[in-house]
């Protein structure tokens, strides 16, 4: 008797769950439409506006200044020590932003989320008035706290406001290897918001607070969507044909087989393999 009451019960309560309105996750007419596929705008470099290397002008200090020469000198000699991204490691923030392939915005009251299709990369950025934890557990993305505001006063937001600490090294801001500081202490600011002109590019004004700056680095990155997206995956592992021994970087040609990247770089070391030469 107590089981048929039971099925009784739960039954009402189905019939009642279908007739009732259901509430939506998210209110269209109070958030901005950011749907679709998001490319970058400009090269890969982090100030889009600036060409890439020197020409970048980062405001650094003089012992990371130093850093970013050696960085830049390897490079220059077919060396990639130094780009964490070409050891397949992520980019983590703010270099991730550069989006080397698509990314997708997914907006929720609670949280909203960016997913790049480079490496994977996924960042969570929370707006349901959380405080900032006590304790932060290190990642390359950071910890993401925004809130949205309606600078035109119409009651619909238009601006995602975010600031994201927390991180894990070592992070690198672009290809070129200007450095972040060793200690992680990096503080970084956002606004993004979409262009007034047109719809469908979308602005991100980034504000990197670093000890290897001088002064607070603010560039701005712009997107521009596909409203009809094909998406295409990416595997770093599939993709990399970087070899790293040691501080040695080598290249895997088309045919498998290894080639040096600097002139007169001496081949691996193959004494613990069998039948090497002595």
């Given amino acids: 008797m107590h089981f048929r009451n039971f099925i ?55 012992e990371y200044q130093a850093i970013w020469e050696a960085n830049m000198a390897d490079l220059d000699t077919g060396g990639q020590d130094y780009n964490t991204q070409a050891h397949c490691t992520p980019g983590g923030m703010p270099r991730m932003m550069i989006v080397y392939e698509p990314m997708e915005l997914i907006v929720t009251p609670e949280t909203t989320y960016i997913q790049i299709t480079f490496n994977s990369d996924l960042r969570r950025i929370y707006t ?6 006590k304790t932060l557990a290190p990642t390359y993305a950071g910890y993401s706290i925004g809130r949205w505001t309606d600078p035109d ?11 994201t600490r927390g991180f894990r090294g070592p992070r690198i801001a672009d290809p070129s290897g200007i450095p972040l500081h060793q200690d992680n202490q990096t503080v970084i600011k956002e606004r993004f918001f979409l262009d007034k002109s047109d719809p469908d590019v979308l602005h991100d004004e980034i504000t990197t607070i670093d ?15 596909d409203r009809n997206p094909t998406w ?8 990399n044909q970087y070899v790293f021994l040691g501080k040695e970087t080598y290249f895997i040609t088309g045919d ?13 070391d193959l004494r613990n393999f069998s039948g090497a030469a002595k």
Wanted: proline fraction near 10%.
């Fill in 8 to 62: 009784v019960a739960i039954t009402s309560a189905a019939m009642l769950s279908m007739t009732m309105p259901v509430a939506h996750a998210l209110d269209d007419s109070k958030y901005p439409d950011w749907k679709g596929m998001w490319e970058r705008i400009g090269g890969g470099s982090f100030d889009p506006s600036k060409r890439g290397g020197r020409a970048q002008q980062p405001p650094l200090t003089a």
């Fill in 128 to 133: 349901d008035g959380r405080a900032w934890p």
């Fill in 153 to 163: 006063g119409d009651g619909r937001f238009t601006t995602l406001e975010v600031e």
């Fill in 211 to 225: 000890h290897a700056f001088t002064r607070p680095w603010v560039v701005t990155r712009s997107y521009h969507r």
């Fill in 232 to 239: 295409a995956e990416y595997v770093c592992g599939e993709s």
């Fill in 256 to 268: 498998g087989l290894m080639m040096p990247t600097k002139k007169n770089q001496p081949p691996p």
